[in-house]
């Protein structure tokens, strides 16, 4: 079945270091690519999202590339901020013939940054 | 902006209590969800709706049913709680438009003694 597998946490990284957070998937046909951000005390929030193959995602200064190829969603940053410290998520919603989508969540990979 | 609110952040029941979870969304989506939170399992569906009066199990269902009698509301039940049911719940909703974005509530703990 459809599955997403992220990198284990913590990440632990000084401000305005670069960020990767890896992530890969499995799934049948073409699906969509999310990244989800929980930050403490919070619910989850869409962080970015890429639809296609070589679509690039961003927001807040966080990027990801749909890679086909390597089947990969990874999340960077150029230089993180301590305000970026949260669990954040990569996701898929597997094609499907109906008017909603499912989402098939990795386990999360939290991220600690310190001053 | 999109509000998903969820009746209690915290909650403490007893094995074999009845416990009802709360979500309201006010953005007239049609589809709404439940999840559950561990550590090192990331988010499972649970249930979800995507009309009035309509459900469908996620992936882990058992123990639990759900309620949608309101396109707003969409309620989880845990008809007699266990400890392995110790968790945090997240509930979401989604417009039909937009398919794939999905709006989470800020989540309820929840401790079964």
């Known amino acids: 079945g459809d599955s997403v597998t992220q990198m284990e946490g913590p990440v632990t990284l000084s401000e305005e270091a670069f960020l990767t957070i890896n992530c890969t998937y499995t799934a049948t046909g073409y699906p969509s690519l999310f990244w989800y951000v929980q930050y403490p005390g919070e619910g989850l929030q869409l962080l970015l999202k890429?639809?296609?193959?070589?679509d690039k995602g961003s927001n807040k200064g966080f990027e990801a590339t749909y890679r086909k190829e390597t089947t990969s969603f990874h999340l960077e940053k150029g230089s993180v901020q301590v305000s970026d410290s949260a669990v954040y998520f990569c996701?898929?919603?597997?094609?499907?013939?109906?008017?909603?989508?499912?989402?098939?969540f990795g386990t999360g990979t939290r991220l600690l940054v310190s001053p | 902006d999109v509000k998903v609110t969820q009746s209690s952040r915290y909650l403490v029941k007893r094995t074999g209590e009845k416990v009802f979870l709360e979500c309201v969304q006010d953005?007239?989506?049609?589809?709404m969800f439940w999840y559950r939170q561990d550590p090192g399992l990331g988010l499972r569906l649970i249930y979800f709706?995507?009309?009035?009066?309509?459900?469908e199990k996620g992936d882990i269902p058992e123990g639990y049913s759900v309620s949608r009698e309101k396109k707003e509301r969409f309620s989880l039940i845990l008809e007699s709680a266990s400890t392995n049911q110790t968790s945090m719940y997240l509930c979401?909703?989604?417009?039909?438009?937009?398919?794939?974005?999905?709006?989470f509530g800020p989540g309820t703990r929840l401790l079964v003694l």
């Open positions: 996701a898929l919603s597997p094609f499907m013939n109906t008017g909603f989508q499912k989402l098939v």
């Open positions: 709706s995507y009309d009035v009066k309509m459900k």
């Open positions: 953005m007239d989506h049609e589809n």
């Open positions: 979401a909703s989604s417009p039909t438009s937009e398919g794939e974005t999905q709006y």
């Open positions: 890429a639809t296609k193959a070589d």
